[in-house]
């Protein structure tokens, strides 16, 4: 009986952690993606000629930025 209250007391306590840390890699993932992959990925785009690409990707990232920015408050 005590063995089953202490797996079901650890899943809860190690499940909290593994929530908190997924939060923790999903913010810290959209961080890398906006502030590095994005921009080598337009500058990758331009060198190779292919700005009618880049272009529309560059717009729709701004426009995100914008709405997400306008949401909360900043701006």
Request: proline share 3%; charged share 10%; aromatic share 10%.
């Amino acid at each position: 009986m005590l063995t089953l209250l202490f797996v079901i007391c650890m899943i809860a306590v190690f499940g909290k952690l593994a929530v908190l840390a997924l939060k923790g890699a999903w913010g810290l993932t959209k961080i890398v993606f906006s502030l590095i992959f994005l921009p080598l990925i337009l500058i990758g785009l331009v060198i190779k000629g292919l700005l009618i690409l880049a272009f529309p990707v560059l717009l729709i990232a701004g426009v995100i930025f914008l709405i997400s920015e306008l949401q909360t408050g900043r701006i």
